[in-house]
């Protein structure tokens, strides 16, 4: 194992495509062949490229152009001759970190804006150094073992804590969501609740509505819209309270699962509003019904057929 496999090992959890998981192995294997003059240079060329596209990957130019943020006078110019731009490498940070998320927004509820430039200024720094030793001079060639190994660990520190700084947002951003959502969910899906259910019984009395799962499926400057799995617990009564007495009448515990889509609105400065839609009970299960396949479906079909023939 070299001294950098810890690196390599927390980074690559970190990539999303083959194409940076096979240039971090070449990251690597550059920095590793210490026996080379050109083993930092070759490092921050291969680094440099390799951050490069974890931006872009993250940070498509056309989602960060529909931000509100986003100034084109900060934009990269790409082709001096044809002014043609794209976003910067510090509208790629802030987008990866915030989304489309208005500036206001985030800095009350979410994180920090200055958290955010805190970790541009540290990416961009990083850049600068990797792009000082793509260069070969005298200052730049044969960099000291003990050097390399400080510039390459801090390099590769910057990297995760952009990362981490990416899911520490994630996680405040889906934790006071699902505090909004959860009440709401509760008032809605027991008004669809009853309406499904009140033609398994004599009576229907819903104890509790259990939310399993909030997945965020989108996230828009105003609104965030997040797809929820859970069940209701429901106890079915057969037979009146005096059926009930007499040991005629009888009473199941129940539940079913549902699912529905949560819009949540966002306001300038907080979430202002939330819209539950496409609830579904999934009351099957008590029907005996079970999912089968097309082609299942085919074989019984066509069985049926053959048997009403002979």
């Not at 003059?37 to 056309?62: G, Q, T």
């Not at 400080?150 to 505090?179: C, G, H, P, S």
């Not at 959502?181 to 033609?199: M, P, Q």
């Not at 229907?204 to 105003?222: A, M, P, T």
Request: proline share 2%; aromatic share 10%; with cysteine.
């Amino acid at each position: 194992m070299t001294k950098y496999e810890k690196n390599k090992k927390v980074i690559e959890k970190l990539l999303k495509t083959k194409f940076q998981k096979a240039l971090l192995e070449a990251v690597i294997d550059n920095l590793s062949d210490d026996s080379k003059a050109l083993c930092f240079n070759n490092f921050a060329y291969s680094m440099r490229e390799l951050m490069i596209d974890f931006l872009k990957s993250l940070a498509p130019d056309d989602e960060i152009i529909k931000c509100d943020w986003y100034n084109a006078k900060d934009a990269y110019i790409k082709n001096k001759v044809s002014d043609k731009t794209e976003p910067s490498r510090k509208q790629r940070i802030k987008y990866i970190v915030q989304g489309p998320l208005t500036d206001n927004f985030v800095d009350i509820n979410i994180i920090p804006l200055s958290d955010i430039e805190d970790i541009q200024t540290e990416f961009l720094s990083s850049f600068s150094l990797l792009n000082k030793y793509t260069h070969i001079t005298d200052k730049t060639l044969g960099l000291k073992d003990k050097d390399r190994e400080n510039k390459a660990q801090e390099i590769f520190q910057t990297f995760i804590n952009l990362v981490w700084l990416l899911n520490k947002y994630k996680t405040k951003l889906f934790n006071d969501t699902e505090k909004i959502i959860t009440d709401e969910v509760y008032e809605t899906v027991i008004y669809e609740a009853i309406n499904e259910i009140n033609c398994l019984s004599t009576y229907q009395y819903l104890e509790n509505v259990n939310v399993d799962k909030i997945s965020i499926q989108k996230i828009e400057k105003d609104q965030i819209t997040t797809h929820i799995n859970g069940t209701i617990d429901v106890n079915l009564q057969y037979g009146s309270s005096g059926d009930l007495r007499r040991g005629d009448g009888w009473v199941n515990e129940e539940n079913f699962p549902f699912t529905c889509t949560a819009y949540v609105h966002l306001g300038i400065s907080d979430f202002s509003d939330i819209i539950i839609e496409n609830v579904e009970i999934d009351t099957d299960d008590f029907y005996g019904i079970s999912e089968i396949s097309d082609e299942e479906l085919e074989r019984m079909i066509d069985k049926e057929l053959d048997s009403s023939e002979s």
